[in-house]
């Protein structure tokens, strides 16, 4: 595509969490068509404690996304400002809350839905890309080990909080079959493209490909469809992942693999942060002797930061596949 036609894609990112307002932040430099899905499974922190007071969705991943994508860097600074103290206190104290997941709960119950609060806060930020929740349900995230014990709960898998073995072999949502936003599954109809990742993979991203209308969509859709693996290894959900595990995790639960294309990082010359016990994502060679996919190899990591990506490097990866 010349630079007028990649203006013009309508690119739909799948996941929400911190990983795709990462990969929207650079994205936003070459379309403004685009739609952001995000999982409606945390449980957590701020978004956990306001979804059992208030009886909410969980506002987190949107009001990160909103915050990515204002012109504004006061606003995004005042969006996700979190006030001091442990985020994880108890659900009726102000500390350790986010401010634009406050401004979610009002919004919702000035406008009377989520949706309604979704764009109440686009709004007042003058956020113009498409944000949707990937179900309308209120749901909740449990996993089975590979030894076959079961976890509950979005924050405890995202945490580690279970006992040793800490290794996953599939996660599922309560209650079965959710509905997915109908927003979501019009979006991916008239896509050029899907993205989906980087993120956590059991906590943040396979709570939106399981979502059983997402998922059927994936495999039916003959749109361009990616998947960005992550740089590096989150413990107690990927430790120890190689690339084709990340694959063999999705087509696990989707019962097949519905990405035509992968992005991949190679610098892995940096040295990790110590205090987070991360990893990076080795490339296997069982990736090079397969023809089910394009495997694209490139340097794309944040030198700042470097358990994530670099946005404008990931977003001019994913802009030359279309």
Do not use: W
Request: glycine share 8%; proline share 5%.
């Amino acid at each position: 595509m010349n630079k007028h036609q990649i203006h013009d894609s309508k690119i739909v990112c799948l996941g929400g969490g911190i990983g795709t307002v990462n990969l929207v932040k650079g994205l936003r430099k070459h379309t403004p068509r685009i739609t952001i899905v995000a999982s409606m499974a945390d449980d957590g922190g701020s978004a956990g404690r306001l979804r059992r007071l208030y009886n909410v969705l969980p506002p987190g991943d949107i009001v990160s996304c909103i915050a990515s994508l204002t012109e504004s860097e006061e606003s995004s600074q005042f969006l996700t400002y979190r006030f001091p103290g442990d985020r994880y206190g108890k659900d009726d104290e102000l500390s350790g809350h986010k401010m634009g997941n406050l401004m979610m709960v009002a919004a919702e119950q000035i406008t009377g839905s989520y949706a309604g609060a979704v764009e109440y806060l686009k709004k007042i930020f003058q956020v113009t890309a498409d944000i949707y929740p990937a179900t309308a349900h209120a749901v909740t995230l449990h996993a089975i080990t590979v030894d076959g014990r079961e976890v509950h709960g979005e924050e405890t898998i995202d945490l580690g909080k279970y006992d040793d073995p800490r290794i996953l072999q599939t996660v599922y949502l309560k209650p079965e079959n959710p509905q997915a936003s109908k927003d979501v599954i019009d979006a991916m109809d008239v896509a050029d493209c899907i993205v989906a990742g980087p993120g956590d993979l059991y906590s943040n991203l396979l709570p939106v490909l399981i979502v059983p209308e997402i998922a059927q969509k994936l495999k039916e859709t003959k749109t361009k469809k990616i998947y960005v693996v992550n740089v590096a290894n989150k413990p107690f959900e990927t430790t120890g992942y190689v690339v084709s595990d990340f694959i063999e995790a999705i087509t696990r639960h989707l019962g097949t693999f519905p990405f035509d294309t992968i992005i991949v990082n190679t610098n892995q010359g940096e040295t990790l942060p110590e205090q987070f016990h991360y990893e990076y994502v080795k490339i296997d060679e069982k990736l090079h002797q397969q023809e089910s996919f394009k495997l694209v190899e490139k340097d794309l990591l944040n030198l700042d930061f470097p358990l994530y990506h670099n946005s404008t490097k990931l977003a001019e990866a994913i802009v030359e596949q279309l």
